[in-house]
């Protein structure tokens, strides 16, 4: 185990990966823009929103490295998981909104494999053990690859995104009752392998056939803390506020809870 990986063991058929939680610029700070724009694009605050699954018996992985350093959530390869659309890569070289973050060159092959190798392989390493280690236990297991994002984005969507995204990559990943059983448990403001079909980690873990089911939700933000219309460096990230997130806590509760009412 690492000190950048994060692992909470738990014996129910259910694992919370948390790949984009992190703000750890790996002492690469001089290189981007600024340090903020480089964290800008985390998913805040999704470590304490889902700290409730621990007592439910989940195992949560995550990682504290930021994914503007590498994005533990894209195909190693490099292949696009969108082609034809906007996106990020392996190790990005801009934000979501597509402003450059290194101030003179991005990273090279080389420095690329030397972050996947330092960053992105102890990370999956410890996802894959553990599902390993519910797999033997359990017929199946749900793998929830949790996510959040800012709610308007003109580069990589039109309007103000929906509050609960699923993404099961059109139920390659996972069966489609569990699918249904999550978007009931949602509220009506949502969309099912919309823009958001899952990431690599779903649509490489999730093999229903052998028992080991994947399913992606990325959140607007707006549903748990107060997102400004334009974020900037004086109002970004919002604080996390139980009171004002409690609703939309109520609602993910049901959603994990119907992941493990699905697994058992």
């Known amino acids: 185990m690492t000190d950048f990986v994060h692992l909470h063991r738990g014996s129910a058929p259910l694992i919370v990966a948390m790949p984009h939680t992190g703000t750890d610029l790996a002492g690469l700070d001089?290189?981007?823009?600024?340090?903020?724009?480089?964290?800008?694009?985390?998913?805040?605050?999704?470590?304490?929103?889902?700290?409730?699954?621990?007592?439910?018996?989940?195992?949560?992985?995550?990682?504290?490295?930021s994914r503007s350093v590498i994005d533990a959530n894209r195909d190693p390869s490099g292949?696009?998981?969108?082609?034809?659309?906007?996106?990020?890569e392996l190790c990005p070289t801009t934000?979501?909104?597509?402003?450059?973050?290194?101030?003179?060159?991005?990273?090279?092959?080389?420095?690329?494999?030397?972050r996947r190798e330092a960053y992105f392989d102890p990370y999956h390493a410890t996802l894959a053990a553990e599902i390993a280690r519910l797999?033997?236990?359990?017929?199946?297991?749900?793998?929830?690859?949790?996510?959040?994002?800012?709610?308007?984005?003109?580069?990589?969507?039109?309007?103000?995104?929906?509050?609960?995204?699923?993404?099961?990559?059109?139920?390659?990943?996972?069966?489609?009752?569990?699918?249904?059983?999550?978007?009931?448990?949602?509220?009506?403001?949502?969309?099912?392998?919309?823009?958001?079909?899952?990431?690599?980690?779903?649509?490489?873990?999730?093999?229903?056939?052998?028992?080991?089911?994947?399913?992606?939700?990325?959140?607007?933000i707006r549903g748990y803390a107060p997102e400004p219309a334009a974020p900037d460096a004086h109002n970004w990230p919002p604080a996390f506020d139980p009171a004002f997130a409690a609703p939309l806590s109520t609602t993910l509760r049901n959603v994990i809870n119907a992941c493990l009412d699905f697994a058992q």
């Open 135 to 220: 797999r033997a236990a359990h017929p199946r297991i749900v793998l929830y690859d949790a996510h959040s994002i800012r709610s308007h984005i003109p580069r990589l969507f039109d309007g103000d995104l929906p509050q609960f995204n699923i993404g099961t990559n059109n139920d390659v990943t996972c069966d489609p009752a569990l699918t249904a059983a999550v978007s009931a448990a949602c509220t009506a403001d949502q969309v099912v392998n919309g823009r958001f079909k899952g990431g690599w980690t779903t649509r490489h873990y999730g093999q229903p056939g052998a028992g080991v089911h994947a399913i992606q939700m990325e959140l607007a």
């Open 30 to 65: 001089e290189h981007f823009v600024s340090p903020w724009l480089a964290r800008r694009d985390a998913d805040w605050h999704i470590d304490q929103l889902y700290a409730f699954a621990a007592d439910l018996g989940a195992t949560i992985v995550r990682t504290t490295i």
């Open 79 to 88: 292949a696009s998981l969108y082609p034809g659309q906007a996106t990020t």
């Open 95 to 114: 934000t979501f909104d597509g402003e450059p973050l290194y101030v003179g060159a991005v990273p090279d092959e080389a420095e690329i494999a030397r």
